[in-house]
């Protein structure tokens, strides 16, 4: 059986959702937002803050519960857009939600490079009930950082 | 002995392979059953040889259409051990039970509003009198509800000013005696499931009854796990309304009812207004048909209704014994299996006693949606989730779980290939330091 489910659960995947980066309640913090996927019941909080000048990505955190994908996803994000401006981290989340429209595909390689570990979701997007999963943490940090450049 | 295998001849679905070409396992009718071929057949030929729109039409067909859709009240009336007259066709549980609370808001507002004002006449003086509620009446209902039977009663509860109150469930997954004492003096309604969609926990309905009764509060029973699964006779269970859905109960999709005892429906204001449920219109005003009519507005899913008079047609064939009698071995087999896999623990009671077969269960350090995918793939179809009933897993100190639910159609091979599913969960998602890791 385990091909299918090999592909799905690359062992990126695994790892991070075993060990998670950025887990944690920040308590200084921009923006916040809070997330949910109804039909299994996952959640996510984040906060963001951004430097002074409200251009680059300080601190990322975020609690919650949820399936492998969903944390993981969340694990990888926060390795990628940490330190990052604002607007990589934009065209990231960009890269990853056409990623996660592609059913299975694969970018092109300039958008693959960029996603790093990210990358290690294609399969996740063969499963239509697992993209919110992984898009959880996603929408999370976009609708967090509206806030966060609201208030820089 | 009702013969699972044969049984499952019937339900072509059943014979379908998943995710490249493996069997098909199917274990979520709790959330929907599969449909044999008598009642996609019973659908199929409404259409082709008697569709037409019922209670109107003096046309032949129209006739024809109107006998089949009261046929089949008749049938599922029977299969309830109800009357006719008090079976009022929804389009699921849900509805059937937002007709109930409605009907509770519709003359409270009435009710409350100025004498003699047009708001004050929109209900009879008799439905007034029964169901209007006030300010300090008390609705109480479990923490084992589905939504469907707690979100409408929190909404009637915020709009009425009446208060929300609960039974508790215990660590085991069912209704703690103990807490019944909330039924008292000022309780109104008692909204209760006949049994979990989680726990799978049946319902002592009778000493709720009696407790309801020695009050004077209303019984909504939520009949929606129980109805397909053993005998259910609503007159003897002495509830005041009640309501289940087709699509559980080997039917199609679309079709509900509402049970209500003859003097409640005949006192409650309509829900729903507008073609069909009235007998006299004017520009300024309306008299609405005796029940069952009275409820149902609208062009109705007449050849749904057709189709769940064949699949009550079709479990009662089975008999309804024999149904609760196999699906209690599928509760066993379930349970004793799942005991036998280290880390999994049951949200509900472990033996199989007073007990359906819906078993939802949680593995230690996998996720819900994960233990889903991995039975997925190996044609395994569970549920996973808080399966629309929250307050439930909260209690038991869970998000979500994952569940398992049989029907008429389980064969023991099927619970055997879920178990075996379930050790591959553990083993694909073991820590790589534990042994046989991914
Ligand atoms: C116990 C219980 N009540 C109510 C419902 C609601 O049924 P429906 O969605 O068919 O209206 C369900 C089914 O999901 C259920 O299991």
Redesign the pocket.
């Known amino acids: 059986m385990a091909d299918a489910m090999e592909q799905l659960y690359q062992q990126v995947i695994l790892d991070h959702a075993r060990v998670r980066q950025g887990e944690g309640e920040l308590t200084e913090y921009g923006g916040e937002s809070f997330q949910i996927n109804p039909t299994c019941g996952d959640q996510v909080t984040l906060r963001v803050r951004l430097d002074p000048k409200g251009e680059r990505i300080q601190a990322l955190g975020w609690t919650g519960q949820g399936c492998s994908i969903s944390q993981a996803s969340l694990s990888v994000m926060h390795e990628l857009v940490l330190d990052q401006p604002v607007a990589r981290a934009e065209e990231l989340g960009a890269h990853f939600r056409e990623l996660m429209a592609a059913r299975g595909k694969e970018l092109d390689s300039a958008r693959l490079e960029a996603l790093e570990d990210a990358s290690a979701f294609t399969g996740v997007a063969r499963y239509p009930a697992r993209i919110k999963c992984a898009l959880l943490g996603w929408m999370a940090l976009r609708d967090a950082l509206v806030q966060a450049r609201g208030r820089a | 002995m009702l013969n699972p295998d044969t049984v499952k001849a019937d339900f072509p679905l059943l014979g379908r392979t998943v995710r490249g070409g493996k069997p098909l396992v199917y274990l979520d009718s709790?959330?929907t059953a599969q449909k044999p071929q008598q009642v996609i057949d019973a659908e199929l030929r409404f259409y082709a040889e008697t569709n037409a729109a019922v209670h109107r039409g003096a046309h032949q067909i129209a006739e024809e259409a109107t006998e089949a859709y009261e046929t089949s009240r008749d049938v599922v009336a029977e299969f309830v051990g109800a009357d006719a007259a008090e079976i009022v066709w929804t389009k699921?549980?849900?509805?059937a039970l937002n007709l109930v609370a409605y009907g509770f808001l519709n003359a409270s507002l009435a009710a409350a509003a100025a004498p003699g004002s047009a708001a004050a006449a929109a209900v009879t003086p008799e439905a007034i009198q029964r169901y209007a509620l006030v300010p300090g009446d008390e609705i109480v209902l479990s923490e084992a509800e589905?939504h469907?039977?707690l979100v409408p009663w929190q909404q009637l509860a915020q709009k009425t000013g009446a208060t929300l109150r609960w039974i508790s469930v215990t660590a085991q997954g069912r209704l703690d005696p103990e807490t019944f004492s909330v039924i008292g003096e000022r309780t109104r309604i008692l909204a209760i499931?006949h049994a979990s969609?989680v726990t799978g926990a049946i319902t002592d309905v009778e000493a709720l009854v009696a407790r309801a009764r020695k009050v004077g509060a209303y019984v909504v029973l939520?009949a929606?796990?129980t109805a397909a699964h053993m005998p259910v006779d609503l007159h003897a269970l002495d509830v005041d309304f009640a309501a289940f859905?087709a699509?559980?109960m080997v039917g199609p999709t679309g079709v509900?009812a509402l049970y209500g005892r003859h003097a409640l429906l005949e006192d409650l204001p309509p829900f729903l207004t507008g073609g069909s449920m009235v007998e006299v219109v004017t520009m300024e005003t309306t008299s609405f048909m005796p029940p069952p009519q009275r409820f149902e507005a609208g062009t109705q899913m007449v050849a749904q209704v057709v189709g769940f008079a064949a699949a009550v047609k079709y479990l009662r064939e089975l008999g309804m014994d024999q149904v609760a009698a196999h699906e209690s071995q599928m509760t066993q087999r379930l349970l004793e299996g799942i005991s036998l896999v280290p880390g999994v623990r049951v949200l509900g009671p472990e033996d199989a006693t007073d007990r359906l077969a819906v078993v939802a269960f949680e593995v230690d350090g996998v996720h819900p949606h994960d233990v889903g995918q991995v039975l997925d793939d190996a044609g395994v179809a569970v549920r996973v989730g808080h399966h629309?009933a929250q307050p439930i897993h909260r209690r038991l100190g869970v998000h979500a779980s994952a569940r398992a639910s049989a029907g008429v159609y389980t064969t023991a091979a099927d619970v055997d290939a879920f178990i075996a599913g379930l050790h591959e969960v553990r083993r694909f998602f073991a820590a790589p330091s534990d042994t046989g890791g991914h």
């Open positions: 709790g959330a699921n549980a849900t509805e589905h469907a039977n499931t969609n939520d929606c796990q859905s699509h559980k509900g629309c």
